[in-house]
C-alpha cells in the first residue's frame, strides 16, 4: 500500500499488517470501524476499501492526523480523522470493530516521551500504558456483538490482555501469533527488559493479535 509519511510518524510495519490480516476475517462490508493510535491512517484506509460505511481514525499527534487525511484522499476513500487521546474524540460513539495497534514498547519510566518530535513508542515500563486502556474502555465503544483487534508484543503479556478484556466483560482470544526476532527498539532495550524479568535467553518475541468481543 503506497502511503504518505510525515517525519515523526511511525511507519507501518510487520504488526500493522498482521492487524489488516486479521480485520480480513471480520465482516467490514457496511460496518461502523475506528482505528486509534492510526498513524498513517493504514489501517483505516484497509477498512475503508473493504466497505465499511462509516471509518473514524483517532491519533494524538498533529502529524499523524494529517498523514490520515492525506492518505484517505490519496486512495480515495472517505475517513473521519480526529485528533485527540485515545476515546476521547469518540464520546457516546459505539463501532462495530475498533482495531488499534498503539505504542507498546517497554520504557525507562513509566513517564511519557517528552520530545513530541520523537515517534511515540514508549507505552510505559511494562508496556501497557495504552493497552490497558484499551481494553478496559473499549465495551463502552462497542455495539453488541461488535469486536476490538489489537496488535503488540507477546513481552508486554498476552495473558493480560485477557485477563483485562474479559474483566470488562467482552470475550477474548488469540486470533494471530507469530514468533519472530526483536524489532530494532527491542533489541536495544533486551538488556533492560531482562533485569526486569520481561525478556529470556533469546532475542524473540511473539507478536499477537488479541481480540475482544461484547456479547450480543
Known amino acids: 500500500m503506497r502511503l504518505i509519511r510525515l517525519p515523526g510518524v511511525h511507519s507501518p510495519v510487520s504488526d500493522t499488517w498482521m492487524l489488516a490480516e486479521a480485520m480480513g476475517r471480520e465482516t467490514l462490508a ?16 484497509v477498512a475503508a476499501l ?28 472517505r475517513v473521519n ?27 525507562a519510566t513509566d513517564e511519557p516521551p517528552r520530545r513530541a518530535a520523537l515517534i511515540p513508542l ?20 462497542l455495539s453488541p456483538g461488535g469486536s476490538i483487534l489489537l496488535v503488540h508484543s507477546s513481552i508486554c503479556g498476552t495473558d493480560e490482555s485477557l485477563i ?3 474483566q ?22 533486551a538488556a533492560m527488559m531482562r533485569r526486569r524479568g520481561q525478556l529470556g535467553v ?7 493479535v488479541v481480540r475482544g468481543t461484547r456479547p450480543r
Request: charged residues 20%; aromatic residues 4%; glycine residues 10%.
Open 30 to 45: 457496511g460496518a461502523r470501524v475506528a482505528d486509534l493510535c492510526t498513524g498513517t491512517g493504514a489501517l483505516a484506509i
Open 50 to 77: 473493504a466497505g465499511a460505511s462509516q471509518v473514524t481514525a483517532v491519533d494524538l499527534t498533529w502529524r499523524a492526523s494529517c498523514c490520515a487525511v492525506l492518505n484517505a484522499r490519496l486512495h480515495r476513500v
Open 81 to 107: 480523522v480526529r485528533r485527540g487521546d485515545l476515546w476521547q474524540p469518540l464520546h457516546g460513539e459505539t463501532f462495530d470493530l475498533i482495531v488499534s495497534n498503539p505504542p507498546y514498547i517497554p520504557a
Open 122 to 141: 514508549d507505552a510505559g515500563r511494562g508496556g501497557r500504558a495504552l493497552l490497558d486502556r484499551l481494553c478496559r474502555d473499549a465495551p463502552a465503544h
Open 164 to 166: 483485562a478484556m474479559r
Open 168 to 189: 470488562a466483560g467482552l470475550r477474548a482470544e488469540v486470533v494471530l501469533s507469530r514468533t519472530g526476532p526483536l524489532g530494532p527498539v527491542m533489541r536495544q532495550r
Open 202 to 208: 533469546a532475542d524473540v518475541e511473539d507478536i499477537v
